[in-house]
């Protein structure tokens, strides 16, 4: 009986102690879940303090202490508190998706919304900002910046695209030996070769979305086209053109002294009509023909303006 009850003792024992272990184990994994770019979007459900940290970084070796012992404390004062921390050496992506430029950075997601936390790095502010839902007087990232949105993935795309690159290099400079000069000409190829590469397959996709219009070609034969030259439609002049003929017609005709305008002119017969009478009536006085035969001064019209 005794052996029976030292038995079922231990077994009770050695269960508890699993248990414990167990619970433990659990709690340390879900209180620092190392976040990538496969299992990042967990945080997206339920309440978490996330960190971004280098393992260079001396300010986020000195907040990893403070950090385990908030899981800690979380799980004690039974808050629905998990911690993450994603590594950016190893998920640059994440830090592309996430816009983080300095370490160690925090963020609160609670549902799906994300906000930075800025405030002190110990562990009783942490706890506060959590418990007395401080978290509400900070706004959250706007959805256009929101980790999870299409252009934020564009971006993590970018920031592995530039990792990788990163690696080629080092690769190129390390395995192949080539000088830091060497291996920027070859982007710098590659680069335009990317660059015309795509700029070909632009211009064929609008091409094909917006093809050229025709354009009907009218022929014209060689008479139209010297009369085109020429300026003129059947021997046709403009108006100004032909107003500058006329009045040319006109001064030629006022100065010339032969012309029928002079000798039918009104002064001219008036002056033989009353040469007549002076005759007739036996008037001596002498005519004056010098003033007579002086023209009278006519004043030229003004050309229009070209």
């Given at each position: 009986?005794?052996?029976?009850?030292?038995a079922?003792?231990?077994?009770l024992?050695?269960?508890?102690s699993?248990?414990?272990?167990?619970?433990s184990?659990?709690?340390f994994?879900?209180?620092?879940?190392?976040l990538?770019e496969?299992?990042?979007k967990?945080?997206?459900?339920?309440?978490?303090?996330?960190?971004f940290y280098?393992?260079w970084c001396?300010?986020c070796n000195?907040?990893a202490?403070?950090?385990k012992?908030?899981s800690t404390r979380?799980a004690?004062n039974?808050l629905p508190l998990?911690?993450?921390?994603?590594d950016?050496t190893?998920s640059?992506?994440?830090s592309g998706r996430?816009?983080v430029?300095?370490?160690?950075t925090?963020?609160?997601v609670?549902d799906?919304?994300?906000?930075?936390?800025?405030g002190p790095?110990d562990?009783?502010s942490?706890l506060?900002?959590?418990?007395?839902?401080k978290?509400k007087?900070t706004d959250?990232?706007?959805?256009w910046k929101?980790?999870?949105?299409l252009?934020?993935?564009?971006v993590a795309?970018?920031?592995?695209?530039?990792?990788a690159?990163?690696?080629?290099?080092?690769?190129l400079?390390?395995?192949?030996?080539?000088?830091?000069?060497?291996?920027?000409?070859?982007f710098?190829i590659?680069?335009?070769?990317?660059g015309?590469?795509v700029g070909l397959?632009?211009?064929?996709?609008?091409?094909?979305?917006?093809p050229?219009?025709?354009?009907d070609?009218?022929f014209?034969s060689?008479s139209?086209?010297?009369k085109?030259a020429r300026?003129?439609?059947?021997?046709?002049?403009?108006?100004?053109?032909?107003?500058l003929?006329?009045?040319?017609?006109?001064?030629?005709?006022e100065?010339?002294?032969?012309?029928?305008?002079?000798k039918?002119?009104p002064?001219d017969?008036s002056?033989?009509?009353?040469?007549?009478t002076?005759e007739a009536?036996?008037?001596?006085k002498?005519?004056?023909k010098d003033?007579?035969?002086?023209?009278e001064?006519?004043?030229?019209?003004?050309r229009?303006a070209?």
């Open positions: 009986m005794a052996r029976v009850y030292d079922s003792r231990r077994i024992i050695f269960s508890f699993f248990i414990v272990l167990l619970c184990t659990i709690d994994a879900s209180a620092n879940k190392e990538n496969n299992n990042w967990e945080i997206l459900e339920g309440e978490w303090m996330l960190e280098a393992p001396p300010a000195a907040l202490p403070a950090w012992e908030l979380a004690k039974s998990r911690t993450a921390a994603v950016v190893n640059p992506g994440l996430f816009v430029t300095a370490l160690p925090i963020f609160h609670k799906g919304e994300f906000r930075q936390y800025k790095r562990v009783e942490m506060t900002f959590v418990e007395n839902k978290w007087q959250p990232i706007p959805g929101a980790p999870d949105s252009q934020m993935s564009l795309e970018f920031f592995k695209m530039s990792q690159l990163r690696g080629v290099h080092n690769m400079m390390e395995a192949y030996g080539l000088p830091s000069w060497g291996s920027y000409l070859i710098a590659a680069t335009i070769f990317v015309a590469l397959i632009l211009v064929c996709v609008i091409d094909f979305l917006h050229p219009q025709k354009v070609k009218k014209i060689r139209e086209l010297e085109l300026g003129d439609n059947d021997g046709k002049k403009s108006d100004d053109e032909q107003e003929i006329n009045d040319d017609i006109l001064d030629d005709a100065n010339s002294p032969n012309s029928d305008a002079e039918n002119s002064s017969t002056e033989d009509d009353n040469e007549k002076s009536a036996g008037d001596s002498p005519v004056d003033s007579s035969d002086k023209p001064a006519r004043k030229r019209r003004p229009k070209d």
